[in-house]
Nanobody, 124 residues
Framework: QVQLVESGGGLVQAGDSLRLSCAASGRTFSSYAMAWFRQAPGKEREFVVGIRWSVGVVDIADSVKGRFTTSRNNVKNTVYLHMNSLKPEDTAIYYC?????????????????WGQGTQVTVSS
């Protein structure tokens, strides 16, 4: 079983930036698909960005396009979510997810491994 650990969340003001980390145990493979989701209080879990190790971002939600991007460190098996120009509506618990598949997905139920989540709060 793959272990995913998120970190980097915090309380920031609108317009600020944050970098979230997702560290994965074990090896990474070219067929390994990963994604970031977020869940605001009382709302369903929402897709943010889909990632493949060999490519980078392969899918991104319109709500964050142009503001969020990713990077990765293959040696450390870590992916990073760079969040810029944060808005209050970005406030949520952010989760890293992974599955052993080539294509990405926006569906929560199609991911097998999840981190514990990290809280991002953006004040206005």
């Amino acid at each position: 079983q793959v272990q995913l650990v998120e970190s980097g969340g915090g309380l920031v003001q609108a317009g600020d930036s944050l970098r979230l980390s997702c560290a994965a145990s074990g090896r990474t493979f070219s067929s390994y698909a990963m994604a970031w989701f977020r869940q605001a209080p009382g709302k369903e879990r929402e897709f943010v960005v889909g990632i493949r190790w060999s490519v980078g971002v392969v899918d991104i939600a319109d709500s964050v396009k142009g503001r969020f991007t990713t990077s990765r460190n293959n040696v450390k098996n870590t992916v990073y979510l760079h969040m810029n120009s944060l808005k209050p509506e970005d406030t949520a618990i952010y989760y890293c997810a992974a599955r052993l598949a080539i294509i990405s997905s926006r569906r929560v139920e199609e991911y097998d491994y999840w981190g514990q989540g990290t809280q991002v709060t953006v004040s206005s």
